[in-house]
């Protein structure tokens, strides 16, 4: 990493995305951070035509800053949807400044929004990472797990209504099967005890006809 000097109001630290510049002191609303720099690309020339980095900066349809150079420090301050700083672009004199637009204190990471085609090009595809596109996506994250939480609450619900009357009607069932079950074993037995009756009295007429015959 380049060497810093302490008198500036930033150094580069780790941040959720890699490297970050961080305020080492309060920024105000208003002042210049750093100038990002590099050399001048000219869209004229054939030479320039082949060079592709993400620390390109266009400053018109002709001239672009080509920041990847090490001893530009701008370089390491991340995209932000809500950022604290801005880039304050002259395309006249080719030079680009980066300068807070609100109050920043010291510690905080120092950030400014890359503008749409960066954002289109290389963050889209992956996801910004800035802290309100997080805030984001764990609100979304949070609201996901709500809901199904909620739907599973329902579906239990649902399922605990369902039971009692699937048991009432399985049991109606068996207790209706076994009523017929007990009715046909009560006719059977009944119709067994009528004949053991009437083999009863089948026997008391022929013992009472052998003792008529007897008597003669």
Known sequence: MPAISSNKPYRIGRSRTGLGLFATKPIKKGDKIVRYFGPLLDSRNKKHEGI???YLFELNGRWTIDGSVR???ARYINHA????AESDVSARKRKVVIRAIKKIESGEEINYDYGTDYFKAYLKPIGCKCASCEKKRKKLRAEAREQKKLAKARLERKAAKAKPALNGHAN???LNG???????VGKAAAAKSGI???A??????RNAAREARASV
């Open 52 to 54: 592709e980095n993400k």
């Open 71 to 73: 001893k530009n420090v």
């Open 81 to 84: 949807c809500r950022p604290n």
């Open 172 to 174: 109606g069932t068996l």
């Open 178 to 184: 076994r009523g017929k079950k007990a009715g046909l």
């Open 196 to 198: 053991f009756a009437a």
């Open 200 to 205: 009863k009295k089948l026997n008391r007429a």
